[in-house]
């Protein structure tokens, strides 16, 4: 998938799942790290665009499938990016 250049992971996240301007603008902030607790800007979309109840489900299967949930721990793994905004996209379909 192309996305628009600018966008960082978790406005990519929100992008492909067709959320709307305003959600993608208010996650300008939340990409490298800089997401509460420091959670990965992926997931963070992907939480923010899910209900509640899938939460737990999306956070334990992205942390079973990369090893962490924070940006800081992925990137010490050497887990690209382009790699969490891929799973958080593909945890959001189910």
């Keep these: 998938m192309d996305f628009p250049i600018g966008y960082n992971c978790a406005q990519k996240v929100a992008y492909a799942n067709r959320a709307g301007q305003e959600v993608i603008d208010s996650l300008s902030?939340?990409?490298?790290?800089?997401?509460?607790?420091?959670?990965?800007?992926?997931?963070?979309?992907?939480?923010?665009?899910?209900?509640?109840?899938?939460?737990?489900?999306?956070?334990?299967?992205?942390v079973k499938i990369l090893g962490a949930e924070t940006c800081r721990e992925l990137k010490a793994k050497g887990v690209p990016c382009p790699t969490c905004i891929a799973t958080a996209i593909e945890l959001l379909k189910y």
Excluded: V
Excluded at 36 to 58: D, V
């Design 29 to 62: 902030n939340m990409g490298g790290g800089r997401a509460p607790g420091g959670l990965c800007g992926a997931l963070y979309s992907a939480l923010q665009l899910s209900k509640e109840k899938e939460h737990e489900r999306i956070k334990s299967e992205f």
